[in-house]
């Protein structure tokens, strides 16, 4: 059993879609059992023996067990499907002989979670699957599920099948698998046995530990809190508590890092914050006020602004002009009926292209045709013109290079010296030692710590992190 | 300094290429649809040559099919107009008949009670604009799928239309279902006398105008198209993404409202049962093929009233069928959707990849 591990972006989606069959690579090559083999679609894979278990259950909800057995014997066949696979009594003793004692006439629908992702393994098995690749496949499982689920993929792994488990959680690399290979920025950072591994290690490898570049940071005294989070619970897009029990303190002038392997609820904390998702209980204080269930444009008036994790999906539109995404978030566009000032638009948009050094053709250029680098300037230009009092920067520089990636700290550190209070939410450790002036763990949802960044000690966060120390 | 020179005269000439294929695309597909109608009027035995010269000069070569032309054009207009904005938004407005025929009803009513012309057309724009905000309604709050409530609630008000003809606004005595010819007052005047052109068509040319101005140059236009282009990011950026998919529904349907207001008002002058010809469907393929744009829009409407106009004149003159009009107007669709995806799919290929 191999672990694949690695932040949202590192490149491990695109690596299982490559061996899956759904994209093509540009160079290399892959091979099974030491044949070269090309695989370009979804049923190639499958021919070579290759079941990949997507994040998202692969199940046609309404149908039942049996029917969605059936449907990879029936897309494999030419004409007609092999009976003897076919066949519901050969389904049926399939399951049983893997302790599926499910009716095979239930809707794959009306099952539990745990059952659905059982049963996205058999399947995949039972299609021929000797290479069994599972992206993420505890994200929607309760522990109790996800023990139960690796136990099971033991018993295969010692059957001979080989298993690749795609994860951000360290501990399901460490306790569950053989080796581990962990991904940064699409190339491999670190492979060894589990057993020679600490999480420390692999969070080092996961978030990086390159030299600090030095940043003027000059210290100064934090302001009055602009931001007062208390109790906040928070349940992700499954039901789960995402966030338990947050208790958050910004002031004015200061940067509070909010460190953490991806998926330790993080996400769900800023959307929480900024108003894209209702907290279940807590209070949002934003400047005195009480904005726990305020709807964004309230909180934006009361001088708070986003920089969200994926500038493409949610920070602009690209197909919009630079000029048009500049002027995205203000309030008269948003709210208000009036005409369009188009030379005041386009005044300001020339403004922000110079301060910001957003190299683009011209202001009507559309942001679709921007490097990622730019695009993020062209977000970061719209945040900081509007003077934020209390900004929140999801992973800011992500997939940025190394000059954009500086600008980007420079402007933050800019609007902090003005005043405004910032959260950083990084998975990006080095990022968040050079910019915050304390430092907040997140682990399973809660704050697992606090401190002031001050001769840190690196190796007792990366035990924060992986919760190997409360 | 001569890098980045180059690489910017590189990138300016992108968008260009990119206005070229904006036009070329629908432009192409209409050819094609021109050669392919030639091709079958060949097949029926006549000169297709001959056949469109015929077409043209009926549509264009007279003052009176001038008119016709102008005439034929105004409600594709309205129509293309009523889909073309909820678009922007994002919306598909499959609706545009049945707002359009509710209209026309409404401004009969208005005509027959009140003997007046604007009661008749601010009660089609209310009439329009409602019944597709109820769609609207349904789709921006509770995510109802507006492409299958718009097509039910087209058969609602033509039922509506229908019962109204027979039963309260019908006239005794008629061969068929009408309300009869409407009093003279609450006609739509003309705009040119001699051409019998109505104010009908002034109003379309004003909605063009008034359509691309909102979407283009106020701050709800600018909503609608970001909603239209990427609802997350829109929501993300403070906008509240439902009550803008609900205008652009309201401006629609007050587009096709004013349609069959103006048809009723200005060519009919009665509201008789199957009035319309399917102007709200047509205007479907108006919008998609003028890109969701004013100019587009008034491009390709001109283009399908001239076919409607001519196609007495050459089945007069060359025997061809006037049904072959319907299958011009419908095939450059046929291809345009075909263009679009053959051109998307590459670029969505290597976006996939990119990620």
Request: charged residues 15%; contains cysteine; hydrophobic residues 50%.
């Amino acid at each position: 059993m191999l672990a694949l591990l690695g932040e949202n972006g590192a490149g491990k989606s695109t690596l299982v879609k490559i061996i899956a069959g759904i994209y093509r690579p540009d160079t290399g090559a892959l091979s099974v059992d030491g044949a070269s083999v090309r695989i370009e679609s979804a049923r190639d894979a499958i021919r070579h023996g290759i079941g990949v278990v997507h994040q998202h259950f692969m199940l046609v909800s309404s149908l039942t067990v049996l029917e969605n057995m059936q449907l990879g014997i029936v897309a494999r066949a030419p004409i007609a499907p092999d009976r003897s696979r076919y066949a519901a009594s050969a389904v049926r003793s399939f399951l049983i002989a893997h302790e599926f004692d499910v009716p095979v006439e239930r809707i794959v629908g009306d099952l539990p979670v745990g059952l659905q992702q059982r049963l996205e393994v058999l399947k995949t098995l039972y299609w021929g699957g000797q290479i069994l690749v599972l992206d993420e496949p505890t994200a929607t499982l309760t522990p109790d599920q996800a023990d139960d689920l690796f136990a099971r993929l033991r018993s295969l792994a010692k059957r001979g099948h080989a298993i690749v488990v795609v994860t951000h959680k360290l501990s399901e690399a460490l306790v569950h698998c053989d080796r581990v290979i962990v991904l940064r920025h699409g190339r491999i950072a670190l492979t060894g046995n589990a057993q020679d591994l600490t999480a420390e290690r692999l969070a080092e490898a996961i978030v990086g530990a390159g030299a600090l570049a030095a940043l003027g940071r000059t210290e100064g005294p934090a302001g009055s809190v602009a931001l007062k989070v208390s109790g906040l619970c928070v349940k992700d897009d499954y039901g789960h508590q995402a966030i338990r029990d947050v208790d958050i303190a910004l002031r004015r002038g200061e940067v509070l890092g909010l460190a953490g392997v991806d998926g330790n609820g993080q996400t769900e904390l800023a959307e929480a914050l900024y108003g894209a998702r209702r907290p279940t209980a807590g209070a949002i204080q934003l400047q005195d006020v009480d904005v726990t269930t305020s709807p964004i444009h309230v909180r934006q008036s009361l001088g708070m602004r986003d920089i969200p994790p994926d500038r493409t999906s949610s920070g602009l539109i690209s197909r919009f002009s630079v000029w048009e995404n500049l002027m995205l978030e203000d309030h008269a566009l948003t709210r208000r009926w009036e005409r369009l000032d188009l030379a005041k638009a386009k005044r300001g948009a020339a403004a922000a292209i110079t301060e910001f050094d957003i190299r683009t053709p011209n202001a009507d250029t559309t942001c679709g045709r921007l490097s990622g680098g730019n695009q993020q300037k062209v977000v970061l230009a719209r945040v900081l013109n509007a003077k934020p009092t209390v900004l929140i920067a999801e992973q800011p520089t992500r997939g940025l290079d190394v000059r954009a990636t500086a600008y980007v700290h420079r402007s933050l550190l800019e609007a902090r010296a003005r005043g405004a209070a910032i959260l950083l939410i990084s998975s990006d450790l080095d990022e968040v030692a050079a910019l915050a002036d304390r430092i907040a763990v997140m682990f399973r949802g809660s704050i697992v710590d606090t401190m002031v960044n001050r001769n840190v000690d690196r190796n007792r966060l990366g035990r924060l992190m992986t919760g190997a120390e409360a | 300094m001569l890098s980045r020179l180059t690489k910017s005269t590189r990138l300016s000439a992108v968008p260009l290429r990119t206005i070229l294929w904006y036009f070329s695309a629908p432009v192409a597909a209409t050819t094609i649809a021109l050669v392919l109608g030639a091709i079958i009027i060949a097949a029926l035995g006549a000169n297709p040559l001959a056949a469109y010269e015929a077409l043209l000069v009926g549509a264009l070569g007279t003052k009176y099919g001038l008119a016709l032309t102008i005439v034929r054009t105004a409600p594709l207009v309205f129509a293309g107009l009523a889909v073309a904005v909820p678009r922007r938004s994002g919306l598909f407005n499959i609706g545009a008949e049945g707002q359009l025929q509710l209209g026309g009803l409404v401004a009969a009513a208005a005509a027959l009670t009140h003997q007046n012309f604007a009661v008749g057309l601010l009660g089609a724009i209310v009439a329009g604009a409602l019944w597709a905000g109820l769609a609207g309604y349904l789709r921006a709050w509770h995510g109802v799928n507006e492409v299958i409530s718009t097509i039910m609630l087209n058969s609602v008000a033509i039922g509506i239309v229908l019962l109204a003809v027979q039963g309260p606004l019908g006239k005794q005595g008629a061969t068929y279902p009408t309300t009869g010819a409407l009093p003279a007052d609450s006609l739509l005047p003309f705009v040119i006398p001699d051409m019998r052109i109505h104010a009908g068509v002034a109003l379309a040319g004003l909605a063009l105008l008034i359509s691309w101005w909102l979407l283009f140059r106020t701050t709800i236009g600018y909503r609608m198209r970001a909603v239209g282009l990427n609802p997350v990011a829109a929501h993300h950026a403070g906008i509240s993404v439902p009550s803008v998919m609900f205008m652009s529904m309201l401006v629609g349907g007050a587009w096709a409202g004013l349609a069959g207001a103006c048809e009723v008002l200005g060519v009919q002058n009665q509201l008789a049962q199957d009035w319309s010809s399917g102007w709200g469907y047509t205007g479907i393929v108006v919008a998609f093929l003028g890109g969701s744009h004013p100019g587009g829009i008034a491009l390709v409407a001109l283009f399908y009233g001239v076919i409607n106009a001519g196609a007495s004149n050459m089945q007069f003159t060359t025997g061809v069928p006037g049904a072959i009009v319907p299958v011009i107007q419908g095939l450059p669709v046929l291809f345009l959707v075909l263009f679009v995806s053959w051109r998307s799919l590459p670029s969505t290929r290597r976006r996939r990849l990119a990620v």
